[in-house]
């Protein structure tokens, strides 16, 4: 708050949470640019009744994130965190026909939850594996679906059929809590969940009973409603459960590329230029 007062641009990060309260006792600000794609700790609305620009990092972080939600998917499916737990513990005392049995990939079906451009790049990774997938989004894209091999599903029927479900959804209020009870309720008893998208579209409770009650196989999230997740959090003592800590976009190139992305952004922003990724363009000049 203190840092902010003189300031007439801000760069900050999806942990700071940029509500009324710092854009008012910020008078100069002009521009806010964070090193994200996702902007739900930026009160847009609030800014843009005080004409200060928002912008973010959208593209350079597709490719990446779609890497890690795969690496997760493939880890749950074949349960890697357990495997090395078992060594590390002293379990492998000799090949069994049924140690550490996980579940198939190819072939399986992948349910997409919210189709831009994450989802649609988790779909091309889908092919790869033959994977059979459906996907679920505000609009259907029709024009996408013989190329990307999917099909659009209603989200109830995209949660009965699929081996998989990984969501790619921002989180806005239509998708806050959007997993709840009813959601795991409606999967295969065989299915694992995936979330590298924003921790509040699950209900973590609901999630954490689904995963004790094995109503679902398992999980894998790199994102929590809370983060950094607490180190006595129950979720973290689930067997069943892999969490990664929010690292979708965190190789090399693609973290530079955001850092460079949110700078050329603020710079242009206060140069009155229009930047080029900006979420409430009806402020530029
Ligand atoms: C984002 O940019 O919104 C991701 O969650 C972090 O890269």
């Not at 300031?7 to 940029?18: F, S």
């Not at 994130?65 to 349960?79: K, P, V, W, Y």
């Not at 989004?137 to 190329?147: I, Y």
């Not at 067997?239 to 973290?255: E, F, K, M, Q, W």
């Amino acid at each position: 708050m203190a840092g902010v007062r003189e300031a007439d641009g801000l760069i900050c990060l999806l942990t700071d949470n940029i509500d009324v309260g710092l854009l008012d006792a910020a008078e100069h600000l002009r521009v806010v640019s964070t090193m994200a794609v996702g902007y739900d700790h930026i009160d847009v609305a609030a800014a843009t009744e005080r004409k200060i620009i928002v912008t973010n990092t959208p593209g350079v972080l597709t490719e990446t994130t779609a890497d890690l939600t795969f690496a997760l998917l493939l880890s749950a499916a074949r349960r890697l965190p357990e495997s090395q737990r078992a060594i590390r513990d002293g379990h492998w005392k000799s090949w069994s026909p049924t140690f550490l049995l996980g579940h198939d990939v190819y072939g399986a079906t992948l349910g997409i939850v919210g189709f831009g451009a994450i989802g649609q790049a988790v779909a091309r990774r889908a092919r790869g594996f033959d994977m059979r997938v459906l996907y679920n989004s505000r609009t259907a894209r029709p024009e996408l679906e013989t190329g990307l091999g999917c099909t659009y599903v209603a989200f109830d029927e995209l949660l009965e059929q699929s081996d998989f479900v990984t969501v790619h959804v921002p989180l806005t209020p239509e998708t806050r809590h959007m997993f709840d009870t009813a959601a795991f309720q409606r999967m295969k008893t065989t299915a694992i969940f995936i979330n590298t998208a924003r921790g509040s579209v699950v209900v973590e409770a609901d999630l954490q009973r689904a995963l004790e009650s094995k109503s679902i196989a398992a999980a894998a999230i790199d994102v929590a409603e809370s983060e950094p997740m607490a180190e006595h959090d129950p979720l973290l003592q689930l067997p069943n459960l892999l969490v990664t800590p929010h690292i979708g976009s965190a190789s090399v190139r693609t973290r530079a590329r955001m850092a460079d992305m949110a700078v050329d952004n603020l710079l242009a922003a206060l140069d009155g230029r229009p930047p080029d990724h900006c979420v409430n363009p009806q402020v530029l000049p």
